[in-house]
């Protein structure tokens, strides 16, 4: 053991933890406890990179520190196991997604495993067993049997509406509704037939079937969410996506938009995380104001935020996609207007928004009747206004808003003032009178209420979500239709409703989803099962409640269990799920906190928003329209194409190694090459790691070489674990030399261990406690890279002090454990000779008279300049300082015939004189 060699313990150690389920958690009422999160992982085919471990390690450093604390830690992981990835390697493949799955979840595990992260492996599950997806439909039912109630604020049995509805109608619910939800009395409910009753409920439910424009790509045969689309492409295989309407699962979002926005004040989320979900949330108050449409028995409901801003409105604008368009397009210019609309509606509404500089549109040859100025304005539909926001349709005001002022001049339509001379005569001679710029909006609201012309509303920019996936690898939906195509709900005893075997998995000839396929999968061998499945967010919007009690079959989370365990203290993960995953948690999270399922409203308290570590990507250029390929500082002088190539075939000095590029892809083999010299050089630059990029690096080559503690330690010193940052080895050899150093502390070259049982110096022991301080500061701040600093600077001085006393020993290998898991374990039981496990250890105590100094060298300045150094006790008095200070031969020689002017003392910091 005299030299450090991490293949000699790795392993066994990580046999021993897991045979004896070292990190096995349960809960301990009345101890403290500490709950950390990592982001599901998933599995992908391509394993990790050492991008993945970054928040892996970081997340495992504090579970491991806060058990020296003295916490009841949990810290667990498993699988976000359906998705689109793995059906579509099915397609390609012809092999079951759950195949696949299960081989990649297996290298994920291997490879985790040699990081030492003290996972309970004991709460690993998978989103795609039976045993937890049967909870997430659960789930997904007990949202269907449920509306809100807005007088409550909050989520009730749809069965209490039923009785609303009996006694009062419609008019006696206050609820979170579908915009055109149908009126009626308590009379007609009692009339409507089973259809009619379930067509309306779900207008209320907030899980419901619904009409919904949605991404459609053809090519994949199903829906895509927001986020997997990328101009207008399928991030999964960059196929082409268009808008389409379609009848869909939806998830009453909306209902929660209140309540997610004013409980952020509570989270400590960062300010920006905050800032992107209030964003998406896009919480505005206003008025609806109802214009009436010429030849037309219904209006044009608009939202406007500016109700004051009416006298300006020169014409409407509504969205392509607006619900009853069709009835406001006049037939002389129909087919203008269908072939604008169709081009329209395949853009994204990231892409419309973007056309902030190109704004288009075209008239539907209507008019619309402004209700204040009486005046008739035309009706557009422009491609700026979106179906999803307010009503879908806006008043455009020219004279105050950028866009409205574009489209205005590119189309020659009326641009006026919004308060013009005209318009004065109008509100001198209505509600208006004594009209005040300065309180207009509020004038504005009361003349059109007044007027029963329109109306206060709180609106949000967000949307509900589209549940349903046109999928073969998700969740199925738990719903059958019955001889009335009522869709009904499957009852508990019938859960798991599990995915039926098929003969492939993509959708039929008629554009059915792949569950069509299986055309004997019928409930009670009769009706019709949902054909959709759930989207990939589905099982990930609760699992870690079921973290706290994964084993328990009973119940979707033990009561007691969730009770303790409570919100997560800390969860770690990417920002790129701010407006998805994080939402529809804390969504889901407040629905069971209504049902009185669990105690707390939402589920992460503290969220930290990892960096990501960048690679170098490399890249060759081919002169275009041949296989010749050109050193990157000749390119110039030729037309090229640039290349990715893959890393392991580049030198430390970015030269190609041309024999293995070669060999790399059969179109390579014959390639010829203009060399710089005798060498062909690439190009590079830092990005994100992509498989894709040929950029990749493997943790399992790093750990292999160095050992998994190198690993961990230099992961967490590259820098703050909230920065960016690009993988270089250059300093990886750095941190494999402390542990070397450490070790050296413990044995000799021969062997020998070194520790002895002596008492330590006063400064062994300050050394020790600096460290200590520094160390739990920097842990609790987060601050990994500069704990790092700490050891090495300790290690590095107990080393030129030849300290090898047990009594700073072993606090510093306990302070270490977090970060070098294995190598501490392995001091502490065969060169300190301790029983047991490090971790189970309790930080050291810091003991505060070993770090305050007791003198100060003071920097003796005249004039500003440093001309001395000299030691005085801090205890000292400050006028027996200064006649010390004063009578220094060298002070004396700088003063000396000079008249002092001032003599400036800051304790513990400088002395200064001024002359």
């Known amino acids: 053991m005299g030299l450090f060699n991490h293949s000699e313990f790795e392993e066994q150690w990580n046999c021993e933890w897991e045979k004896k389920h070292v990190y096995a958690s349960s809960p301990i009422f009345g101890m403290k406890k500490f709950y950390c999160l990592d982001m599901f992982p998933y599995p992908s085919g391509a394993g990790l990179h050492v991008g993945h471990p970054l928040g892996y390690i970081a997340t495992d450093i504090l579970c491991r520190y806060k058990k020296l604390q003295g916490y009841n830690v949990l810290h667990a992981m498993g699988f976000d196991s359906f998705g689109l990835p793995a059906e579509q390697y099915a397609i390609e493949t012809g092999q079951h997604p759950a195949v696949t799955t299960a081989k990649n979840i297996e290298n994920f595990n291997l490879q985790l495993r040699k990081m030492g992260l003290s996972l309970d492996k004991d709460r690993e599950f998978r989103t795609s067993e039976k045993e937890y997806y049967r909870w997430t439909q659960w789930i997904f039912i007990e949202l269907f049997n449920s509306w809100y109630d807005l007088n409550d604020d909050k989520a009730k049995n749809i069965e209490e509406l039923i009785k609303i509805f009996e006694t009062q109608g419609s008019a006696g619910a206050r609820a979170s509704k579908d915009s055109d939800a149908t009126d009626f009395t308590s009379k007609e409910w009692i009339a409507f037939n089973e259809k009619e009753k379930s067509d309306v409920l779900m207008e209320y439910r907030l899980a419901y079937l619904s009409f919904a424009t949605v991404n459609w790509c053809e090519?994949?045969?199903?829906?895509?969410?927001?986020?997997?689309?990328?101009?207008?492409?399928?991030?999964?295989?960059?196929?082409?996506?268009?808008?389409?309407k379609m009848k869909q699962w939806m998830m009453r979002i909306t209902a929660y938009a209140e309540r997610l926005l004013k409980n952020l004040d509570q989270l400590k989320w960062s300010d920006s995380l905050k800032e992107i979900q209030r964003n998406w949330i896009?919480?505005?108050?206003?008025?609806?104001?109802?214009?009436?449409?010429?030849?037309?028995?219904?209006?044009?409901?608009?939202?406007?935020?500016?109700?004051?801003?009416?006298?300006?409105?020169?014409?409407?604008?509504?969205?392509?996609?607006?619900?009853?368009?069709?009835?406001?397009?006049?037939?002389?210019?129909?087919?203008?207007?269908?072939?604008?609309?169709?081009?329209?509606?395949?853009?994204?509404?990231?892409?419309?928004?973007?056309?902030?500089?190109?704004?288009?549109?075209?008239?539907?040859?209507?008019?619309?009747?402004?209700?204040?100025?009486?005046?008739?304005?035309?009706?557009?539909?422009?491609?700026?206004?979106l179906a999803g926001y307010g009503t879908g349709a806006v008043m455009a005001v020219p004279g105050s808003d950028e866009r409205d002022h574009k489209f205005a001049e590119k189309y020659n339509l009326?641009?006026?003032?919004?308060?013009?001379?005209?318009?004065?005569?109008?509100?001198?001679?209505?509600?208006?009178?004594?009209?005040?710029?300065?309180?207009?909006?509020?004038?504005?609201?009361?003349?059109?209420?007044?007027?029963?012309?329109?109306?206060?509303?709180?609106n949000y920019k967000i949307r509900d979500a589209v549940f349903g996936r046109q999928r073969y690898w998700g969740e199925p939906i738990p719903i059958y239709y019955d001889e009335n195509s009522i869709p009904k709900p499957l009852s508990f005893n019938d859960l798991p409703l599990e995915l039926p075997e098929v003969d492939a998995y993509l959708p039929t000839a008629d554009a059915q989803p792949p569950l069509a396929r299986a055309t004997h999968w019928l409930y009670k061998g009769k009706y019709n099962y949902e054909l959709t499945t759930m989207p990939g967010w589905a099982g990930s919007s609760w699992y870690f409640l079921r973290y706290m009690s994964p084993n328990d079959n009973s119940v979707f989370v033990d009561k007691e269990a969730a009770k303790y365990w409570n919100e997560v203290d800390l969860y770690m993960g990417g920002s790129e799920h701010a407006t998805g995953h994080l939402l529809y948690s804390r969504f889901w999270n407040l629905f069971l906190y209504d049902q009185n399922y669990i105690d707390f409203e939402e589920p992460f308290k503290t969220i930290i928003n990892q960096g990501m570590i960048q690679g170098r990507t490399s890249f060759a250029y081919r002169v275009k329209g041949t296989n010749t390929f050109v050193s990157a500082n000749l390119k110039d002088k030729f037309e090229t194409q640039r290349l990715n190539v893959d890393i392991k075939y580049v030198n430390k000095d970015d030269s190609l190694n041309i024999d293995a590029f070669k060999s790399w892809r059969k179109d390579y083999a014959r390639s010829e090459f203009i060399l710089d010299g005798d060498k062909f050089y690439c190009d590079w630059q830092i990005e994100k790691m992509s498989k894709s990029k040929y950029n990749t690096v493997s943790p399992d080559e790093i750990i292999e070489k160095y050992g998994a503690d190198t690993f961990r330690l230099y992961e967490m010193f590259l820098g703050p674990i909230q920065q960016s940052k690009p993988w270089m080895l250059n300093g990886i050899e750095g941190v494999y030399k402390f542990l070397n150093k450490l070790w050296r502390l413990f044995y000799s070259d021969a062997d020998e261990c070194l520790v002895v049982d002596e008492e330590p110096t006063h400064d062994e022991l300050k050394i020790l406690h600096l460290m200590l301080k520094k160390v739990a500061d920097d842990v609790e701040r987060l601050s990994f890279n500069t704990a790092i600093t700490a050891f090495m600077v300790a290690v590095n001085e107990l080393t030129k002090i030849k300290c090898k006393k047990r009594a700073v020993l072993e606090p510093l290998i306990v302070a270490l454990s977090p970060f070098a898991v294995y190598s501490c374990q392995e001091l502490w039981v065969n060169a300190l000779s301790k029983k047991g496990y490090v971790k189970d250890e309790a930080f050291p105590a810091l003991?505060?008279?070993?770090?305050?100094?007791?003198?100060?060298?003071?920097p003796i300045t005249v004039n500003g300049?440093?001309?001395?150094?000299?030691?005085?006790s801090l205890?000292?008095?400050?006028?027996?300082?200064?006649?010390?200070?004063?009578?220094?031969?060298?002070?004396?020689?700088?003063?000396?015939?000079?008249?002092?002017?001032?003599?400036?003392?800051?304790?513990?910091?400088i002395i200064n004189i001024v002359v």
Not at 318 to 324: A, M, N, P, T
């Open 219 to 244: 090519k994949l045969g199903t829906v895509l969410a927001n986020d997997e689309v990328i101009n207008g492409l399928s991030e999964r295989g960059g196929y082409p996506v268009e808008r389409r």
């Open 282 to 385: 896009g919480r505005s108050e206003g008025a609806v104001i109802n214009f009436e449409v010429e030849n037309r028995q219904e209006g044009i409901e608009i939202f406007t935020t500016k109700p004051e801003t009416i006298f300006g409105v020169t014409f409407l604008c509504i969205s392509s996609e607006y619900r009853d368009i069709d009835s406001l397009i006049n037939e002389s210019n129909a087919e203008e207007v269908k072939a604008f609309v169709e081009k329209n509606n395949k853009l994204s509404e990231l892409e419309k928004l973007s056309n902030i500089d190109d704004v288009n549109g075209v008239f539907t040859g209507n008019y619309a009747l402004n209700p204040v100025t009486r005046k008739l304005v035309p009706i557009w539909i422009a491609d700026y206004v």
């Open 414 to 458: 009326e641009i006026q003032q919004v308060i013009d001379d005209e318009t004065k005569k109008i509100i001198n001679s209505s509600f208006l009178n004594g009209y005040d710029i300065s309180h207009a909006r509020e004038k504005v609201f009361s003349y059109l209420i007044e007027g029963n012309l329109g109306y206060k509303k709180t």
């Open 847 to 858: 003991k505060e008279e070993y770090i305050q100094e007791s003198e100060f060298e003071y």
């Open 865 to 872: 300049k440093i001309r001395t150094r000299l030691t005085f």
């Open 875 to 909: 205890s000292e008095d400050e006028d027996e300082i200064k006649k010390s200070v004063l009578s220094n031969s060298i002070i004396q020689k700088w003063t000396e015939g000079l008249l002092m002017k001032r003599y400036i003392f800051i304790k513990g910091k």
